[in-house]
């Protein structure tokens, strides 16, 4: 083993959409692991949008937790194998979840890393479908969006990690979806994966197609992007509507403070409409993490639900990846191929 690794930086906090030279690639030794922890080796990285928020100065969009500080490694979950383990219950070899940021190798607490199974399903998949952003719209779904049989749902950002198993959710519970992505190689994609309906948000007339595809209103709408998508899809809400709110990816990289909605009049709306809006973050449902496991788990094996991993190969690349990320460019679940591994 090498003694020294490549990690990259958060350089400088940037004001609208983030650009390379925010981040900074350098080099550093391998650090070692003390009493119950273990020296991990990164597989993949996951981009996900809530970083861009880490990047920001306090007053984060997406986040309560604080900034990454200046000068330190981008935070960012992982799934990694153990090198070097000072705690009993991990070895070389074993695959990891772990928030090792965005660099080879990491020094994490053993009570902080989640096993992960490489019999089970391909390990990046813990960082996705199985993962953090699969928990999100399981819990989405099953507690607030309830969908019922012939319900309308409607899934923003509906071919992202969060966005493409909450509409396929929506389908296996028999309600009519609309799922709503960038651009024509997506709306493919959530065609083949069933949703019955898939509109691009880009359209100049998105907003006449989606009252064309929700002539009966819309009873469930999952929140990923906020902005235009939102402001079309909330006055045709039905009354009892639910809203699960699992982000507003549109909001993040903007520099206005200006709130796009008339509060008076979302909050009379939620009133007179009996709307439910939930935001929520994904630990909230962690109660629902074994049904989650195993229902996935079982989709997965007979096909009820599809998903799609675009992966970008090198660390050093994690930035541009990150930029492609938050302005759509990916279809699917986004990653960072770090490094092979001791099995491959
Ligand atoms: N609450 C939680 O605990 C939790 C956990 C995980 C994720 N989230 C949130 O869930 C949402 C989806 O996350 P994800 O990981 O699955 O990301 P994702 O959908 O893979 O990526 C974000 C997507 O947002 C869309 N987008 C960005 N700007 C937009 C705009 N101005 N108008 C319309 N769409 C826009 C883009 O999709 P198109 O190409 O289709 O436009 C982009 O691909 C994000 O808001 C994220 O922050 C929340």
């Given at each position: 083993?090498?003694?020294?690794?490549?990690?990259?930086?958060?350089?400088?906090?940037?004001?609208?959409?983030?650009?390379?030279?925010?981040?900074?690639?350098?080099?550093?030794?391998?650090?070692?692991?003390?009493?119950?922890?273990?020296?991990?080796?990164?597989?993949?990285?996951?981009?996900?949008?809530?970083?861009?928020?880490?990047?920001g100065s306090s007053a984060s969009h997406s986040s309560s937790t604080p900034p990454v500080a200046l000068g330190a490694v981008m935070?960012?979950?992982?799934?990694?194998?153990?090198?070097?383990?000072?705690?009993?219950?991990?070895?070389?070899?074993?695959?990891?979840?772990?928030?090792?940021?965005?660099?080879?190798?990491?020094?994490?607490?053993?009570?902080?890393?989640?096993?992960?199974?490489?019999?089970?399903?391909?390990?990046?998949?813990?960082?996705?479908?199985?993962?953090?952003?699969?928990?999100?719209?399981?819990?989405?779904?099953?507690?607030?969006?309830?969908?019922?049989?012939?319900?309308?749902?409607?899934?923003?950002?509906?071919?992202?990690?969060?966005?493409?198993?909450?509409?396929?959710?929506?389908?296996?519970?028999?309600?009519?979806?609309?799922?709503?992505?960038?651009?024509?190689?997506?709306?493919?994609?959530?065609?083949?994966?069933?949703?019955?309906?898939?509109?691009?948000?880009?359209?100049?007339?998105?907003?006449?197609?989606?009252?064309?595809?929700?002539?009966?209103?819309?009873?469930?709408?999952?929140?990923?992007?906020?902005?235009?998508?939102?402001?079309?899809?909330?006055?045709?809400?039905?009354?009892?509507?639910?809203?699960?709110?699992?982000?507003?990816?549109?909001?993040?990289?903007?520099?206005?403070?200006?709130?796009?909605?008339?509060?008076?009049?979302?909050?009379?709306?939620?009133?007179?409409?009996?709307?439910?809006?939930?935001?929520?973050?994904?630990?909230?449902?962690?109660?629902?993490?074994?049904?989650?496991?195993?229902?996935?788990?079982?989709?997965?094996?007979?096909?009820?639900?599809?998903?799609?991993?675009?992966?970008?190969?090198?660390?050093?690349?994690?930035?541009?990846?990150?930029?492609?990320?938050?302005?759509?460019?990916?279809?699917?679940?986004?990653?960072?191929?770090?490094?092979?591994?001791?099995?491959?």
């Amino acid at each position: 083993m090498t003694s020294r690794q490549t990690r990259i930086l958060l350089a400088a906090r940037p004001d609208g959409a983030p650009r390379l030279e925010d981040f900074e690639v350098t080099s550093a030794p391998i650090p070692e692991p003390g009493a119950g922890e273990v020296l991990v080796r990164t597989l993949y990285l996951s981009l996900d949008p809530y970083l861009r928020g880490r990047m920001g100065s306090s007053a984060s969009h997406s986040s309560s937790t604080p900034p990454v500080a200046l000068g330190a490694v981008m935070e960012g979950g992982a799934v990694a194998e153990v090198v070097r383990s000072e705690d009993p219950h991990f070895g070389p070899g074993d695959v990891v979840s772990a928030a090792t940021g965005w660099q080879e190798y990491g020094v994490v607490a053993a009570t902080a890393v989640r096993r992960v199974d490489p019999d089970e399903a391909p390990v990046s998949t813990a960082l996705g479908i199985r993962g953090m952003p699969g928990l999100t719209a399981y819990g989405a779904i099953r507690e607030i969006g309830r969908p019922q049989r012939g319900e309308t749902v409607v899934v923003a950002a509906a071919t992202g990690a969060v966005g493409s198993l909450a509409g396929q959710m929506a389908r296996l519970a028999g309600a009519r979806v609309v799922g709503i992505a960038g651009g024509e190689r997506k709306a493919a994609w959530l065609r083949e994966a069933g949703f019955d309906v898939a509109l691009d948000h880009r359209d100049p007339a998105f907003e006449t197609r989606l009252a064309e595809a929700t002539p009966d209103g819309i009873d469930v709408y999952v929140e990923n992007v906020g902005g235009r998508v939102w402001q079309a899809v909330w006055p045709r809400l039905n009354r009892h509507a639910r809203v699960p709110v699992c982000g507003v990816a549109a909001a993040y990289s903007t520099t206005s403070t200006r709130v796009d909605t008339d509060v008076a009049g979302l909050m009379s709306g939620l009133v007179t409409r009996s709307i439910t809006l939930r935001g929520f973050v994904f630990s909230d449902f962690e109660h629902l993490r074994p049904t989650f496991e195993r229902e996935v788990a079982d989709w997965l094996r007979s096909g009820a639900v599809s998903h799609h991993e675009d992966i970008v190969d090198g660390l050093a690349n994690a930035p541009a990846a990150f930029l492609g990320m938050l302005a759509g460019e990916h279809l699917g679940k986004r990653l960072v191929r770090v490094s092979a591994g001791s099995g491959s």
